[in-house]
């Protein structure tokens, strides 16, 4: 071969490789720039991401004080029921104990209403009625004394069923601040 085709085949293999190379470095090059861009992509949707995961946190955190402070709110108005009921629940057994010593000390009589035809028709007292006391109600009406054991028995049963009201009372207010 000659020394004109020699250097005719060593330039276009020179000329190849040089081309070749040239491509490689392009084509990293390129690589580099998509990769770049890539990361940027994926770092704003990472930011984006971020942001989107902080906004939902605070509104989680504002979501959690507001129904604190509506849990505080309904905690401080259960204690000022709960003390009103203790007030009423002390007010009605101080007055319940008041009601036994007066009975127990006869300072105070139970008394019933009794049918004025009924005790006439059992032959008592001739069907005359009674006079109206300075402190009666019905002008004339007959009334039979309780034994003081049988009032004791009527006043405890009161109690309870005082006791039970407020009970109750409490229970329905509980119930309406719990349920707003």
Do not use: F
């Not at 491509?23 to 990769?35: F, P, R, S, V, Y």
């Not at 006439?120 to 001739?126: I, L, M, N, P, T």
């Not at 405890?156 to 349920?179: H, M, N, P, S, W």
């Amino acid at each position: 071969m000659s020394l004109g085709a020699r250097w005719v085949l060593l330039s276009l293999l020179l000329g190849a490789a040089m081309g070749g190379r040239l491509a490689w470095l392009w084509q990293a090059d390129e690589l580099q720039k998509q990769e770049a861009g890539y990361e940027r992509q994926l770092a704003q949707k990472d930011l984006a991401h971020s942001r989107e995961r902080e906004a939902a946190a605070s509104a989680a955190l504002d979501q959690l004080e507001l129904q604190q402070a509506a849990r505080r709110d309904l905690e401080d108005r259960l204690q000022v029921q709960g003390k009103t009921h203790w007030k009423e629940m002390n007010d009605a057994q101080q007055a319940q104990a008041r009601l036994r010593d007066r009975l127990a000390t006869a300072d105070l009589r139970l008394s019933v209403l009794v049918d004025a035809g009924s005790v006439a028709a059992q032959g008592c007292g001739g069907g005359v009625r009674a006079s109206a006391g300075t402190g009666g109600v019905v002008d004339g009406a007959i009334r039979a004394q309780l034994d003081p054991a049988h009032a004791r028995r009527i006043v405890a049963i009161t109690d309870e069923g005082d006791r039970a009201v407020i009970a109750l009372k409490a229970c329905q207010a509980y119930v309406r601040e719990v349920t707003q």
